[in-house]
Structures are given as structure tokens and as C-alpha cells.
């Protein structure tokens, strides 16, 4: 069975307690990731409390981690006994195994885990997502997952269901993305946000009580918990074919546009690029249509100079943030005191002064750079 991407990357997830009764279940998107110096490996990302029982004051979600994990790929009719185990990787995120304190109940941020799938042979060649580097307010999303679990199979296959279309981001901040639109299930909760584009955006956390809360933890801020554990992201762009790339158009660094070349300096960041042997060509995909093969220069091996350019790029992301503040109190008060129009260049041209930086940085990290832009080609998982 064929399914396509965003939604072949998207895990069924249960947890079953001691007896191997079902207890929770819930989703996991999968992701390529390279621990240290270790060959590649596909993992799953999902909430903590998909995987956790009744608390010892009986909330659910909030208790101990549950005996037995369980998984099962998209794009295939569900069987019992096809469930696949895995087990919580504690050294890319440390997780608390027993009951959640209550006063941390309501940190978004922390429930998240990363899953070892323990039959590594069962998910090679699996489609994992393409991450986002940015995203922006208002801007469209969809939330893949299972509402209901089992119950949400057609016809017994595990496809995952696809929220309605008028989900946005409304906001983004500490590592939340609050969304607005229409509810999910309790079963969304692990699946993936992704942007019109497909990028994951955010790993979706509902709750219990009635209405579901629209938000999730922003993924570029999961991206980079992991790096800070050695867990890097492994780019999603293979070479393309000397005959495909001649069917595409090329680009300069000079068209990107603020979030591609955000995308390119965090790559650049990466072990997998400043650690590459001179001359060896690099190949990144910045989203789901551009495709970038990068030569690393000397420059990208002095730690100094990549402290410079993350500098930058965190400067980048205040200022944009800013910006989209300033308009924001600007639309509720157009006619106050304030004089946001002034304020608003001025961190316009603060912030492209630092993104022609930012461009400089590029252009010197790497003695070759080749970008083709090419439609947006809709994945299929393997039959």
C-alpha cells in the first residue's frame, strides 16, 4: 500500500502495562538522526504522556512510564501482532520514568521523548520528515495522527487521519507553537504539524479534559535539544541524478529568501558539514523544494567562526520576532501613540543588515555552492 508524504512518516504509537492490556495510544513521526559518530539511524518522536499510565492521583497521561511501547508504520493493514517494541533513547532526552510532579504537568516543552524502535531492520528505508527551519505566524498547518487509535483505521489500515484545513500557527515562543482552528482527538497527540509544504513544524500535544488545547512543541527547538545531546539531523536531500538536476532550475544565493538561507547557516552548522573532509560535496534540502550541494571551505572549521554566524542567526530570529510583534500591536491599536511605523524600519533595516551578514558568512563557508529549485514532488512510501 502507497500513502503519501507528510503522512507515510507518521507512527502509530500504544503503551500497554504489565499484562499487555492497551492503556494509551496516540502517534510518533519518524525521524533520521546520527548519534555522535555512529552510523545513521531512524528513530520516532512522540509525547511523553503517550506512553505514561494513571498518575497515583489518578490522572491519566501523568503516571509512570508504561511497561511495554509499541509501534507500527504507516501504510500497512494493522495486526496485533506486527506491534513493534521500543524503548525510550534516555541519553537524547533524559525522561523522568516515574509519576510527573504536578507543577510540571503543563510544560509543554518537556513532554516529548525520543523512541529506539528495538528491531532496527524494521524500519530501514522507512520516509522520515523533512524539518522546518522557521515558520510564521498565520501561516497554514495540518496535524497528522490517529484520533480515537484503532478506531481510527479504514478499512484496518494504518493511514493517520489529517486534521481539517483551516488550522494556523497563531504564535511561537520558548519552544511552544500555539495554534488556532478547528480541535483534535487525544490521539493526534505525537503526530506531526506540517506546513503547506510538508516541513515538520511541531510534534502536536493535546490533553484530556473536553476542549483540546491547539499546541505543540515547536520542532527547529527539538532539533536543537537533540544537537545539544550529539543527536544531529541527518539531511533529507540525496544527490540528484546528473539528468534531473540538468531539468532543474539553478539559483543564486542572492534570490534565497530569509527562512532558505536560515535554513542553509543551521545545516552549515552541523557536524555533517563542518566535519566533512575538504572537497567532499555536501548535500542539503532546504524544505521540500530546494535542493542545495555545498563544498565546505576552511572557514567553517574555526569554531569562531561558526559561534559568529549562530550569533547572527539568533540576532536574525529577534528581530524578525520584533517585526511581527510591532505589527501585531499595531493591527489591535492603528491610531495609539506609538509610532510602530518608525519602529518597524528600524528593525526592518536592523534585520536586513543582519541577514546580508549572514549571506557573507555563507558564501564563505563553503567554496562551491549549487542550488536548484525544483517543484514540489509528492513522495510516495515504498508498497
Known amino acids: 500500500m502507497s500513502i503519501d508524504y507528510p503522512q507515510n512518516t507518521v507512527w502509530y504509537v500504544e503503551g500497554h502495562d504489565a499484562y499487555g492490556q492497551v492503556v494509551t495510544s496516540g502517534s510518533a513521526v519518524a525521524v533520521r538522526l546520527r548519534h555522535g559518530d555512529d552510523p545513521a539511524e531512524t528513530y520516532l518522536l512522540t509525547c511523553s504522556h503517550v506512553v505514561r499510565g494513571l498518575s497515583s492521583d489518578r490522572q491519566k497521561g501523568h503516571g509512570e512510564i508504561l511497561s511495554s511501547i509499541k509501534v507500527w508504520p504507516p501504510g500497512r493493514g494493522f495486526d496485533d501482532d506486527d506491534g513493534i517494541a521500543a524503548h525510550i533513547q534516555q541519553d537524547a532526552k533524559a525522561t523522568n520514568l516515574n509519576d510527573v510532579p ?119 527547538k527539538i532539533r536543537q535539544w537533540l544537537g545539544e545531546n550529539d543527536y544531529l539531523v541527518v539531511s533529507e536531500a540525496p544527490r540528484l541524478p546528473d539528468a534531473e538536476e540538468a531539468d532543474t532550475e539553478q539559483a543564486d544565493v542572492a534570490e534565497l529568501t530569509v527562512s532558505q538561507i536560515q535554513a542553509i547557516s543551521e545545516f552549515m552548522l552541523t557536524r555533517e558539514f563542518y566535519d566533512a573532509p575538504s572537497g567532499t560535496i555536501v548535500n542539503c534540502a532546504v524544505g521540500t523544494s530546494l535542493y542545495v550541494r555545498l563544498a565546505p571551505s576552511a572557514f567553517v572549521s574555526d569554531p569562531m567562526q561558526r559561534l559568529q554566524l549562530k550569533g547572527d542567526l539568533e540576532l536574525l530570529r529577534v528581530q524578525l520576532a520584533a517585526i511581527q510583534g510591532l505589527r501585531r500591536r499595531q493591527t489591535i491599536n492603528p491610531t495609539g501613540p506609538v509610532a510602530y511605523e518608525i519602529l518597524i524600519q528600524e528593525q526592518v533595516e536592523a534585520s536586513t543588515s543582519t541577514e546580508e551578514t549572514i549571506r557573507e558568512r555563507v558564501s564563505l563557508f563553503a567554496e562551491k555552492i549549487t542550488i536548484f529549485k525544483r517543484p514540489i514532488v509528492t513522495r510516495r512510501s515504498k508498497s
Not at 523512541?115 to 528505508?125: A, E, K, N, W
Not at 494556523?168 to 505525537?190: A, D, F, H, K, Y
Not at 504539524?193 to 476542549?211: P, T, W
Request: hydrophobic share 35%; net charge negative; charged share 20%.
Open 102 to 220: 504536578v507543577d510540571k504537568r503543563l510544560n509543554v516543552t518537556d513532554d516529548w521523548l525520543l523512541l529506539r524502535i528495538d528491531d532496527d531492520t524494521s524500519c530501514r528505508g522507512a520516509d522520515t520528515v523533512v524539518w522546518a527551519e522557521a515558520i510564521s505566524n498565520d501561516q497554514p498547518v495540518s496535524v497528522l495522527g490517529y484520533p480515537t487509535g484503532r478506531d481510527s483505521f479504514v478499512d484496518n489500515n494504518i493511514i493517520p487521519t489529517k486534521s481539517p484545513q483551516n488550522i494556523t500557527i497563531r504564535s511561537q515562543s520558548n519552544g511552544v507553537v500555539q495554534l488556532t482552528g478547528s480541535v483534535t482527538e487525544p490521539g493526534m497527540s505525537g503526530g506531526g504539524v506540517f506546513d503547506e509544504h510538508g516541513n515538520f513544524v511541531g510534534l502536536h500535544r493535546a490533553n484530556y479534559k473536553g476542549a483540546i488545547q491547539l499546541h505543540g512543541v515547536y520542532a527547529p
